[in-house]
Nanobody, 125 residues
Framework: QVQLVESGGALVQAGDSLRLSCEAS???????????VGWFRQAPGKEREFVAS????????LYHSSVKGRFTISRDNAKKMIYLQMNSLKPEDTAVYYC???????????????WGRGTQVTVSS
């Protein structure tokens, strides 16, 4: 059973940068290195939406069009960590950000089997 815990959320101003982290536990390095991971977000009154995902090896990152060029997803399998570097933040990026893990790489949240509890990111204008 994979447990995920996010951190790094904060209140920032538009144009600022922020890096979110997600630590995996309850699994070995070997197992963690075989699963895909991703970031999703949910704003008040909206459905949870895909932000970014990456394969088990950290290759072929996928991004939502609204964050492409501003956000970067990465992972460190040896540390069982997932990161989301967010640059040029906008007020519309305000949401609770969740990291997730999946046996199958993709963008559909229904394919992700394990979820963290989320971390709040608020971007003021």
């Amino acid at each position: 059973q994979v447990q995920l815990v996010e951190s790094g959320g904060a209140l920032v101003q538009a144009g600022d940068s922020l890096r979110l982290s997600c630590e995996a536990s309850g699994t070995s390095i070997g197992t963690f290195s075989t699963i895909a991971v991703g970031w999703f977000r949910q704003a008040p009154g909206k459905e949870r939406e895909f932000v970014a995902s990456v394969t088990s090896t950290g290759s072929n990152p996928l991004y939502h069009s609204s964050v492409k060029g501003r956000f970067t997803i990465s992972r460190d399998n040896a540390k069982k960590m997932i990161y989301l570097q967010m640059n040029s933040l906008k007020p519309e990026d305000t949401a609770v950000y969740y990291c997730a893990a999946a046996l199958i790489f993709g963008v559909d949240p229904r394919r992700f089997d394990y979820w963290g509890r989320g971390t709040q990111v608020t971007v003021s204008s």
